[in-house]
């Protein structure tokens, strides 16, 4: 089973930075794409960023100019980024990992996310 897990979550005041980082593991890995999803305080999931095998990337509006999605594919991991945090950015963050299947398909896989608080 692949096994996803974030970390880098905390408390930073507006305008400050943080850097999530989403490991996944569990054998041999055909990542698809990794991205980050985020759900705030009586709000929806929402998707925040994601980069593909190529490395394309795509940004929520919200989020474009301030986070940068980055992947080690050799750890196998996906960074994100994230400056000049604002209060909406307050969530619990996940990370989403997508696996090629034999046939073409993909599996999704999700991390137990981190919390990130922005708060003066």
């Not at 960023?49 to 980055?70: E, L, P, Q």
């Not at 992947?71 to 909406?88: F, H």
């Not at 307050?90 to 896989?109: F, I, K, L, M, P």
Request: hydrophobic content about 30%; some cysteine.
């Amino acid at each position: 089973q692949v096994q996803v897990v974030e970390s880098g979550g905390g408390l930073v005041q507006p305008g400050g930075s943080l850097r999530l980082s989403c490991a996944a593991s569990g054998g041999v890995l055909s990542i698809a794409a990794m991205g980050w999803y985020r759900q705030g305080p009586g709000k929806e999931r929402e998707f925040v960023a994601t980069v593909g095998r190529g490395g394309s990337t795509d940004y929520s509006d919200s989020v474009k100019g301030r986070f940068t999605i980055s992947r080690d594919y050799g750890k196998n991991t996906a960074y994100l980024q994230m400056d000049s945090l604002k209060s909406a950015d307050t969530a619990v963050y996940y990370c989403r990992v997508d696996t090629w299947t034999v046939n073409g398909g993909r599996n999704e896989h999700w991390g137990q996310g981190t919390q990130v608080t922005v708060s003066s």
